[in-house]
């Protein structure tokens, strides 16, 4: 009995990430590490987002490298093909199909309000010409989430107008067609932040990223340049963790996060050596991350089988979906 109630309780998870660069820590932290926790649990469909990769820019020279890099961080991370689906967004024409018909019911409106749209038409992030993809970029996330009659999206913050938006559109599509779709709920996890190496959030815009694979050398040498309580001037000056950049590292990477804070605070610990243990627990943390990123890097046939595998799976539930869809709207022929 235990079990069957259980089964039934069972998620149905959808999330995915964008193919603007090679993740780093401030990704793994916000995301993969709650990614990790939804696959043992529940049923869990993550996309490798290249087509949303491409709203923004006309480059797409680096956007294949980003994809198999992405699907061969996401494995070497510990994301399971057995547990999890993963899949490349552009290989599922059955979610640019949902799409196309998802923009029917959606009014203009709702998408200028978005504040990815905004931010990208207003202020200093403002582009020159922006594309009707940029401006439609929810109503393909809501096809992603909506093809898998998703129950629950985990993202950040920044990506929850998205899912909002998701909800919309699903409540004016059932209350046109029927009750096709429910209502995903938005996870959005606690989790401490990493600062980047300047001191603000950690984002590739701002070029302040470390990155998992970086060699610990080159994690001392960013993390050295970071920016600690400038009040702490010697060893034995009182330090403020809670004002440290540092310390955001050490507060998710190193089990003695406590006495790292007491010794700070006390005048116990000088910070040439505190970013050194630093630079150390990083680097620990990811030995076993970057064993099996060569291992699949030097099996990139493997890696594309996997994605071409978790394609096949996310189909046969999309065409299912979309055949529904296309009933209801009176476009089955
Ligand atoms: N837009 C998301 C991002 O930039 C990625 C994404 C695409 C996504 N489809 C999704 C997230 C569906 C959650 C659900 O990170
Ligand atoms: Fe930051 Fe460590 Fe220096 Fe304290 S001792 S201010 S935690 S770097």
């Known amino acids: 009995m235990y079990s069957s109630k259980l089964k039934m309780e069972r998620k149905r998870i959808v999330s995915g990430m964008r193919t603007t660069g090679r993740l780093?820590?401030?990704?793994?932290?916000?995301?993969?590490?709650?990614?990790?926790?939804?696959?043992?649990?529940?049923?869990?469909?993550?996309?490798?987002?290249?087509?949303?990769?491409?709203?923004d820019r006309t480059d797409y020279s680096e956007i294949k490298d980003f994809v198999i890099n992405m699907g061969i961080d996401w494995l070497a991370l510990g994301i399971d093909p057995h547990k999890?689906?993963?899949?490349?967004?552009?290989?599922?024409?059955?979610?640019?199909?949902?799409?196309?018909?998802?923009?029917m019911i959606t009014p203009v409106s709702w998408l200028e309000r978005c504040p990815v749209y905004k931010d990208k038409t207003n202020g200093n992030n403002a582009i020159q010409s922006l594309s009707l993809g940029l401006l439609s970029y929810p109503v393909l996330q809501a096809a992603d989430i909506a093809i898998y009659k998703a129950t629950h999206v985990p993202v950040g913050i920044d990506q929850a107008p998205h899912v909002e938006l998701t909800r919309e559109i699903i409540r004016r599509f059932n209350s046109f067609f029927g009750e096709v779709f429910s209502e995903p709920q938005t996870i959005m996890t606690k989790t401490p932040k990493l600062l980047g190496t300047d001191g603000r959030k950690?984002?590739?815009?701002?070029?302040?990223?470390?990155?998992?694979?970086?060699?610990?050398?080159?994690?001392?040498?960013?993390?050295?340049?970071?920016?600690?309580?400038?009040?702490?001037?010697?060893?034995?000056?009182?330090?403020?963790?809670?004002?440290?950049?540092?310390?955001?590292?050490?507060?998710?990477?190193?089990?003695?996060?406590?006495?790292?804070?007491?010794?700070?605070?006390?005048?116990?610990?000088?910070?040439?050596?505190?970013?050194?243990?630093?630079?150390?627990?990083?680097?620990?943390?990811?030995?076993?991350?970057?064993?099996?990123?060569?291992?699949?890097?030097?099996?990139?046939?493997?890696?594309?089988?996997?994605?071409?595998?978790?394609?096949?799976?996310a189909r046969t539930i999309a065409r299912q979906t979309l055949d529904e869809v296309m009933?209801?709207?009176?476009i089955n022929y």
């Open 24 to 55: 780093h820590l401030g990704n793994l932290v916000s995301t993969m590490e709650n990614w990790l926790r939804f696959q043992e649990e529940d049923e869990c469909f993550f996309e490798i987002a290249d087509l949303h990769a491409l709203t």
């Open 84 to 103: 999890s689906t993963i899949f490349v967004q552009s290989n599922m024409p059955e979610h640019m199909e949902l799409y196309t018909l998802f923009s």
């Open 202 to 313: 950690m984002s590739k815009s701002y070029g302040n990223v470390i990155l998992p694979s970086d060699s610990i050398d080159f994690l001392e040498e960013k993390i050295t340049r970071m920016i600690t309580d400038p009040q702490k001037i010697r060893k034995n000056d009182l330090g403020h963790p809670d004002i440290c950049s540092v310390y955001t590292l050490h507060n998710f990477y190193n089990s003695n996060k406590e006495e790292v804070a007491d010794e700070c605070g006390k005048g116990l610990r000088g910070c040439v050596d505190c970013k050194k243990q630093a630079a150390k627990e990083v680097y620990n943390h990811y030995s076993e991350y970057r064993e099996k990123r060569k291992f699949y890097t030097e099996r990139i046939g493997e890696v594309y089988e996997i994605l071409n595998e978790g394609t096949k799976k």
């Open 327 to 330: 009933e209801c709207m009176k």
